[in-house]
């Protein structure tokens, strides 16, 4: 009997941890919120008519907390991205020399409750072209193969030979579970999700090269309103995510393939400013932000990305 006893109590007690501490610290935070504005009004009611009196306020908090948005929502976004790009020596630079910049689109889908406890979808995919060399296997079988500079063929030395276009795509498939935790102005999220990521890279006729890769996403995001005003509001937004992956490099030239096991990271951070906007029952949000990525393998070059993002999402 007493092993029961000890069983319900601990099962109590992670409910109450669970589902009454997170809710007492919303519930903590809305009458926080509520309280200055019921002052200032109480204060003011000598002096104010009825009219003003009954006036309704609205008070931004985050792009969640609007006294017309429901705090159970769905959410859309998408966002531009423009960045610079590096991978091993392949060259991105456009007929004039100039930098050549990827382009890419993520598009955001999720859900969240009245206890900031949400769910969310992203997919994203970044494409460029550029040049590299092509290079040979010295003493081996296959000599006249081209390959890719940078990737590491278990240990055998190459020898560059000429150059080829080369188009690269990158794409990431996320399914993240978090939490938000609001104080004041500020909301943190924290939370962690599952991941896929894929590396393909093509020189026409060539060879081909492809990563893909699977596991699990740790991430936190701040943002923290800095001006508002009745239907509007201005905050500085940041996060980070990393992923922690695994899977296999696949290979394919015209007389041969290679497929090897091989572990993966991804790290990213971002900075900028967002700007939200009551519009009806909704919340429109434009964001600015610069962003950049690092996409580290063990069987190949880093690839790394960074430069600007344009967002633009509803919240209803």
Do not use: C
């Not at 020399?97 to 969310?120: P, V």
């Not at 006249?144 to 188009?167: C, H, I, M, N």
């Not at 026409?204 to 005003?229: D, K, Q």
């Not at 509001?233 to 030239?253: D, N, P």
């Amino acid at each position: 009997m007493l092993p029961l006893v000890r069983v319900a109590i601990r099962v109590a007690t992670a409910w109450l941890l669970l589902v009454g501490i997170p809710a007492f610290g919303v519930e903590f935070v809305h009458e926080e919120s509520r309280l200055p504005a019921y002052d200032d009004r109480e204060e003011s009611s000598e002096t104010l008519g009825q009219e003003q009196m009954l006036s309704p306020s609205i008070d931004i908090t985050s792009d969640r907390f609007v006294s017309n948005l429901p705090t159970t929502h769905w959410g859309f976004a998408t966002e531009l991205l423009i960045l610079h790009t590096e991978y091993g020596s392949v060259d991105f630079s456009d007929e004039g020399g100039g930098d050549k910049a990827a382009a890419g689109l993520r598009l955001t889908l999720g859900w969240e409750s009245d206890a900031g406890y949400g769910i969310r979808t992203r997919l994203s995919g970044v494409g460029i072209e550029g040049s590299t060399d092509h290079i040979s296997f010295q003493g081996h079988d296959s000599a006249e193969d081209p390959v890719f500079e940078g990737f590491d063929y278990r240990g055998v030395s190459p020898t560059a030979e000429s150059s080829s276009p080369l188009r690269l795509v990158t794409a990431t498939w996320d399914v993240d579970f978090y939490k938000r935790l609001v104080r004041g102005r500020s909301d943190l999220v924290v939370g962690a999700g599952l991941r896929s990521a894929v590396i393909h890279s093509e020189a026409p006729i060539a060879i081909t090269n492809t990563i893909n890769t699977g596991g699990v996403s740790l991430f936190s995001e701040l943002r923290h309103v800095m001006y508002h005003s009745e239907r509007s509001e201005v905050a500085l937004v940041g996060g980070g995510r990393v992923s922690f992956l695994t899977g296999e490099w696949e290979s394919k030239i015209p007389s041969d393939m290679i497929e090897v096991d091989t572990d993966m990271t991804i790290t990213e951070g971002a900075l900028g400013l967002e700007w939200s906007r009551i519009l009806g029952r909704s919340v429109l949000t434009l964001r600015a932000q610069y962003e950049t990525q690092l996409w580290n393998s063990d069987v190949t070059s880093d690839v790394s990305f960074n430069g600007g993002v344009i967002r633009a999402g509803v919240n209803w």
